[in-house]
Structures are given as structure tokens and as C-alpha cells.
């Protein structure tokens, strides 16, 4: 059903309205079972975000804001 949905369109315009650009791409990517992977940034002063979605929630091996896998840079 899902799968459907993805190629009428339909949910795609229901994730226009209210979703950032990022968070669109990462649902529909886990939709289509496509695993997203990420990598960890860090910048001079030891900062770090995800590459997919920019938070800092990155703990292990995923994100904790958009559960990108993080893979190596």
C-alpha cells in the first residue's frame, strides 16, 4: 500500500505541507526501504552534527533526530 501511495504521488503532497526538506527525503527513502546513512561532522572546536540532518544527537551508530545510519565520511 505504501508503495502505492509513493507512486500515485499521494504521499509525497501530504509530506509537502508541513515537513522540512530533509525530514521529506528521509521518509521517503526509509519508505522505499532505502537505508540512509550519514557521517558524523565535527568542526574546530569538537562540535559534531549529522551530515543528513545537522543535529547533534548522534549517538552510536545512528542519529537520534532523523535515525540516519552513520557511516564513514
Not at 504521488?9 to 521518509?27: A, R, V
Not at 527513502?29 to 543528513?52: F, R
Not at 540532518?53 to 551508530?61: A, M, P
Amino acid at each position: 500500500m505504501i508503495g502505492e501511495l509513493i507512486k500515485q504521488g499521494t504521499l509525497i503532497k501530504q509530506l509537502e505541507i508541513n515537513l522540512s526538506e530533509e525530514t521529506k527525503e528521509f521518509l521517503l527513502e526509509a519508505l522505499k526501504g532505502e537505508p540512509v546513512t550519514a557521517y558524523v561532522i565535527s568542526d574546530e572546536d569538537g562540535n559534531i552534527k549529522c551530515s543528513n540532518c545537522g543535529s547533534s544527537e548522534c549517538w552510536g551508530n545512528y542519529c537520534m533526530n532523523c535515525g540516519a545510519k552513520m557511516g564513514k565520511e
